[in-house]
C-alpha cells in the first residue's frame, strides 16, 4: 500500500473523570456529574444531575468488547446475506491504546496509520442530560473540552487530532468555547447534528459563530449522536400516546424513523436552504459516522426546494447563487460506512469530498483501518489515495 492513511473516525474510550477532573465548584458543590457502584458491587452507573445515564450499557468501558466484533454481522446485513449471531461474548479489559495517547501512536504505527481524527463514546450521547440548565450545560462541556486536552491534546505530535465538542444552545458561550478551543490547538469541532435548540443552524442569530469558525479556518464535523434530545421527545408526540412506554416496538420505530441519516439530512438541508456558506463561503464541514445512503436522496430533494416554477431559494432575504446539490459539493466531506457503496458515493460527490473512517476501536469498526482500500475498488489509484488519506490532511492537517 503506497499511501499515507489518515483515518478520519477514530474513537477513545473516555476516562471515568472526563466530566470531573475540571469540574466547575457549581459542579461540585451539588454533584452534578457522579459515580454510583451497585448494591453486589459488580457496576458502576453514571448520573448526571437526577437522571441515570442508560445510553450505554457499561460507560465505564471496562470490560469491553474487541474493536471489530460486529463489523462482518453489518456488512451482512447491508449486503442482505444471514445475519449471524451478536459475538458478544468476547468481551475484555479495556486495553491501554483506548485511552493512552502515547500507547495509540504505537498502535496506529503498528496500523499503517499514520493521522487520526478522534470523537468521543460517552460524551456524544450527553447532550440531552445537560440541557435543562444552560450554566450546568456549558460548565460540563468545558470539563470535558479541559479532560480531552490533557489526556489526548487536540493535535497531538501532529497526528493525533481530537475533535473539541461544542453546544450551540447559546451562541454567545459557543463562541467563547470555541475561543478556547482554538488557543488549545483544536483543528477540528464537533458538533450535534439537529436543530439547536428550536432554530435552524442557519438562522443569522449564529452568523456571530460561523463568522469566527470562518475566520479561524477549522472543521466543522456532524457526528453521529446518542441521548436524550429534543427529535425524541417530538417522536414520542407524534408516535407514542400517552402514557404507553418505550416499548421495543416502538424504540425500533424511532431508531429506524428518526435515525443518523435523517439528522444529517435535516442539518445539511437548513445550513444549504438558510444560506450559511453564501454568506461563510469558506466554511468547511464533514459528516462522520452517519453513512452515506442519505446523500444522493438529500441533493436531489434540495434541487427541487423554492418555488414551483423558478426554484430560486431565498432565505433571510438573500438568495442561493447556486444549485443546492453544488453547494453541498464544494463545502460538505462524507464520510461513509465500509459496508456501503463508497464508489457511488465518489462519483456522486466527487473522490475529494468522501473521507475513510474506520470507526477504530468501537465494536462495529473495521478491525484493521487499512482494509477500507477494499471498498475502493473500481476507483483510480489517485482517488484512492485521496480518500485514504490526503482528502482528511488537506482538512485539518495543515
Request: aromatic letters at 10%.
Amino acid at each position: 500500500m503506497d499511501f499515507t492513511i489518515f483515518d478520519a473516525d477514530q474513537h477513545y474510550y473516555e476516562a471515568e473523570d472526563c466530566l470531573t477532573r475540571f469540574a466547575s465548584e457549581r459542579m461540585k458543590t451539588e454533584k452534578y456529574v457522579r459515580w454510583l457502584t451497585e448494591a453486589d458491587g459488580k457496576r458502576k452507573r453514571l448520573i448526571i444531575g437526577n437522571r441515570i445515564v442508560d445510553v450505554i450499557g457499561n460507560p465505564t468501558f471496562n470490560p469491553i468488547g474487541p474493536p471489530g466484533i460486529l463489523h462482518e454481522l453489518l456488512k451482512n446485513m447491508e449486503s442482505s446475506a444471514p445475519r449471524a449471531a451478536m459475538p458478544m461474548a468476547n468481551i475484555e479489559p479495556i486495553r491501554p491504546e483506548y485511552r493512552d495517547r502515547e500507547v495509540r501512536l504505537k498502535v496506529m504505527s503498528d496500523q499503517g496509520v499514520e493521522r487520526a481524527m478522534l470523537f468521543p463514546t460517552l460524551a456524544v450521547t450527553l447532550e440531552g442530560y445537560f440541557a435543562d440548565d444552560i450554566d450546568l450545560l456549558y460548565d460540563s462541556i468545558h470539563a470535558f473540552n479541559r479532560w480531552l486536552e490533557d489526556d489526548w491534546g487536540f493535535s497531538w505530535q501532529n497526528r493525533i487530532y481530537s475533535a473539541g465538542y461544542i453546544c450551540l444552545m447559546d451562541v454567545g458561550r459557543a463562541i467563547t468555547e470555541l475561543e478556547w478551543l482554538l488557543k488549545a490547538g483544536a483543528r477540528a469541532i464537533t458538533i450535534r447534528p439537529a436543530p439547536p435548540y428550536g432554530r435552524s443552524p442557519g438562522d443569522p442569530c449564529f452568523d456571530p459563530f460561523w463568522a469566527r469558525v470562518e475566520e479561524a479556518g477549522v472543521l466543522v464535523t456532524y457526528h453521529a449522536f446518542d441521548g436524550p434530545s429534543l427529535e425524541s421527545e417530538a417522536f414520542c408526540q407524534m408516535w407514542r400516546a400517552k402514557p404507553q412506554g418505550m416499548t421495543p416496538e416502538y424504540q425500533l420505530l424511532e431508531h429506524t424513523i428518526a435515525g443518523h441519516d435523517k439528522f444529517a439530512m435535516d442539518t445539511f438541508t437548513a445550513l444549504i436552504l438558510h444560506n450559511v456558506f453564501g454568506r461563510f463561503p469558506k466554511l468547511k464541514m464533514a459528516s462522520i459516522e452517519m453513512g452515506c445512503g442519505w446523500v444522493e436522496y438529500m441533493l436531489a430533494r434540495l434541487d427541487h426546494a423554492g418555488g414551483l416554477a423558478n426554484r430560486k431559494i431565498t432565505a433571510f432575504g438573500q438568495t442561493l447563487d447556486d444549485r443546492p446539490s453544488e453547494i453541498f459539493k464544494r463545502h460538505v466531506w462524507v464520510s461513509p460506512f465500509p459496508e456501503e457503496d463508497v464508489v457511488a458515493l465518489a462519483r456522486l460527490i466527487g473522490a475529494d469530498r468522501v473521507l475513510m473512517g474506520s470507526d477504530w476501536p468501537h465494536l462495529e469498526s473495521i478491525p484493521r483501518p487499512r482494509d477500507y482500500v477494499n471498498c475502493l475498488e473500481g476507483l483510480s489509484h489517485a482517488e484512492k489515495v485521496g480518500i485514504m488519506g490526503e482528502n482528511a490532511s488537506a482538512l485539518i492537517a495543515a
